[in-house]
């Protein structure tokens, strides 16, 4: 939504500064409107201030979080939704607070959807892709570490038993971390299989992926 103030002071660049602070946002990022110029008046009888109306329109991290708090509103959840990062490119956006398991579901399922849905309404007015991160409790980063040790032991049975081992089914922002973990070690490599909520990877020794084109050092995913 629209956050907006008015503003009396001196000159119109002295409101617009106060109406800056009000608002705690970067001088740099508030517009304005004249309601009415100041006026001198004559040996100070009539002289009177202005009035600006000082406003700030909601980027797409504004969209995205206010979606998310929307959201939580109408399942009668409290807690807190904070911008933690903010581009011309994208913007992360984290959930903190008690009981906010059923935010995140098996594996991050709830999360992902909700994090697809927060995209959709940040990209509503915005002109290309503005990709939004949305994080509940710290779960991508413990995810993250749990997907990395998990390649690092398919990686190691691989090279025991010199066979290939299939995955479960990941996401794609998964399946990139499983990608990029297995590259860091020497003797393995990946590709993916199986389509959409069903494709997953394929931990191999380097040199037997069963189709290079599907590589996950190529494909990414």
Do not use: W
């Amino acid at each position: 939504m629209i956050k907006e103030v008015v503003i009396s002071a001196k000159t119109v660049d002295a409101a617009v500064e106060q109406g800056a602070a009000q608002l705690g946002t970067d001088l740099s990022k508030v517009k304005y409107e004249v309601i009415e110029q100041s006026r001198k008046g004559l040996l100070g009888i009539g002289a009177s201030d202005a009035k600006v109306r000082v406003y700030t329109e909601p980027t797409p991290a504004d969209r995205a979080r206010d979606f998310v708090e929307n959201i939580l509103a109408d399942m009668g959840m409290t807690a807190e939704v904070s911008i933690v990062e903010e581009t011309d490119d994208g913007a992360v956006i984290t959930v903190s607070g008690g009981g906010l398991g059923s935010l995140i579901g098996h594996h991050g399922e709830v999360l992902d959807s909700l994090q697809y849905l927060a995209s959709l309404s940040a990209n509503r007015v915005h002109d290309g892709f503005y990709r939004v991160t949305l994080d509940v409790g710290g779960y991508r980063e413990k995810r993250a570490d749990t997907l990395k040790k998990l390649a690092q032991r398919m990686a190691e049975k691989v090279l025991k038993y010199k066979k290939s081992f299939a995955l479960e089914p990941m996401n794609p922002y998964e399946r990139r971390i499983i990608h990029s973990e297995i590259q860091k070690i020497e003797g393995v490599s990946t590709y993916s299989i199986g389509q959409d909520a069903d494709r997953r990877i394929v931990v191999c020794l380097e040199g037997k992926e069963k189709n290079r084109t599907e590589r996950g050092n190529k494909a990414g995913v």
